[in-house]
């Protein structure tokens, strides 16, 4: 039952120092999946880590998944040949899951932060997007989003920290963080 | 199989013109229901149309949710009495979810423009907050937020609009926007 809702896919970006970035997507994909749209979402960042999204995207339809990086927080002073190696590996599935026909909006999680770190080059994401078939919607989230990344999306928002509970030495809680 | 990851919950606003405030509390359910949480959301100005997240959320388990207000968007300059009559009977519904103990996160989708407009008032939403039992994490989204409230609650993420393609004459697509 696709009710397709629209005939040209455009480029999304969430980006900022505050929350809301990866929900938004996560969001825009129970959304979508409720207009019949087929999703995929790309993981460059979370590594394996059992988030909350990861226990219940399995028991969706129409939605599939892909993680890549490691459990560890990537060092931006001191990446790692293997973290750039898997940050290319997460853009190739990106680039086979958009030229595949199968999905209507691809999910590139955390991507800004990958180019902003220089696990991948902001060229090789600015190509991705000039290839994509038109009627591939895209959302780009994370941190840092370049420049050059933001002047070519259709809609970016940054999510400003007006406050946050760290700053009360809370920490990130299980179920609502992650 | 409840996973609770928290004893106290928090008091969480995202606000903003930009988009992605009830995208966020949507993407935050997905992730709470992940959990094992329990989830009620209030639409306090979403009418009866059929966004795509009401053909989804029937679906999940552990998430129900109630929707007050009209088809139509309410004129703030001419606000009817039914129209603060429904905001009402969202604000009372909403006291009784968190007041049931059934629910872990209970969201208020819309209701800072509901305080905005006056078709509630701020002092009885921060009663509201001030009598949650501890353990309940409370969501409110839209714009406006008082400043009240965000002095009230513990996170704030404002959603800015960076870029919006409705600046180039796109309109608001089904599955992705609504």
Do not use: C
Request: without cysteine; aromatic residues 8%; neutral net charge.
């Amino acid at each position: 039952m696709t009710d397709k809702p629209f005939a040209k896919g455009l480029v999304e970006i969430f980006t900022g120092s505050g929350k809301g970035k990866t929900s938004t997507a996560l969001g825009m994909v129970l959304r979508a999946l409720g207009h019949g749209l087929r999703v995929h979402i790309i993981f460059f960042m979370k590594g394996n880590y059992p988030y909350g999204e990861r226990n219940m995207l399995p028991q969706l339809a129409n939605v599939s998944f892909q993680s890549f990086g490691h459990e560890q927080f990537v060092d931006p002073q001191n990446v790692k040949a293997e973290e750039r190696e898997q940050a290319g590996e997460a853009l190739q599935a990106a680039r086979a899951a958009i030229a595949s026909g199968k999905f209507d909006l691809v999910v590139l999680d955390e991507v800004n932060v990958a180019v902003a770190w220089k696990l991948i080059e902001v060229e090789d994401l600015l190509k991705l997007i000039e290839e994509k078939p038109q009627n591939v919607e895209l959302i780009l989230t994370g941190r840092y989003a370049d420049q050059r990344l933001i002047e070519r999306a259709d809609l970016v928002t940054e999510m400003v920290e007006v406050k946050h509970p760290y700053q009360k030495g809370i920490k990130a809680r299980k179920g609502i963080e992650y």
